[in-house]
């Protein structure tokens, strides 16, 4: 419904930048006016999209001048195209930034919630895990490769990566994963299948992978310990 309004708000706006023709019902006698009419249509339609998708809210009276703006090649706005790119740039490192505190913020009270809950494991590298099920194999070293199963989700249970809904093991090195892992794995026989609770550092920092994985988020993994290979 959001992304509706918008998309008409902002399709009125760019119809009506041109103030003369505001004042006119649209006439499109031949090809030339049906297709720049349709390409006005379509880029009011495209920014209406973009804009419910990045932004809460905005100004529709000074989005409307904006427009105006940067359409009239006269224009003596204060605001430049460049400008207006850096003003748009800072806007969204600001969201970044306060997104990445909130989910440093959330990862840190979950993980302190986590660690009082019976069976669950710290580590003092701030790794957590909760045993579902005690192998009695061997246990992986630093060099080995090893075959396993993984089911990771976020905090919230989003899920980004799952070899079990693949329904196909992965295959790695225990040095090529996060810090987590690699931990984890040194310790886990094999046969085990251990919930493990990631902290930021430990899994992909302050960058985030992906586009469902943020900066500083806590991860968690189901993991079964296939095998060594």
Request: charged content about 20%; glycine content about 10%.
């Amino acid at each position: 419904m959001k992304a509706k309004l918008f998309t008409i708000a902002i399709a009125s706006l760019a119809i009506s930048c041109n103030q003369q023709s505001n004042n006119k019902p649209v006439s499109l006698t031949n090809q030339v006016d049906s297709t720049s009419f349709a390409i006005g249509v379509n880029v009011a339609e495209n920014l209406g999209k973009n804009i419910a998708q990045q932004f809460e809210e905005v100004n529709l009276d000074l989005l409307k001048a904006g427009l105006n703006a940067g359409i009239d090649t006269n224009n003596k706005s204060e605001i430049s195209g460049a400008v207006a790119e850096q003003i748009i740039e800072k806007f969204f490192k600001g969201k970044q930034e306060q997104s990445a505190l909130k989910a440093q913020g959330e990862g840190a009270a979950f993980l302190a919630e986590n660690a009082k809950r019976e069976g669950v494991i710290s580590l003092e590298s701030g790794l957590q895990y909760e045993i579902l099920n005690e192998g009695n194999g061997q246990i992986p070293t630093i060099e080995d490769n090893i075959t396993a199963h993984y089911h990771g989700t976020l905090i919230d249970g989003t899920v980004f990566d799952s070899s079990v809904d693949r329904g196909e093991p992965a295959s790695f090195p225990v040095n090529g994963v996060i810090a987590g892992w690699t931990e984890a794995l040194q310790i886990m026989p094999v046969g085990s299948k251990w919930k493990l609770y990631v902290p930021f550092e430990l899994a992909y920092g302050e960058r985030g992978a992906g586009q469902l994985i943020g900066p500083y988020s806590t991860l968690i993994f189901e993991v079964e310990l296939l095998s060594i290979d």
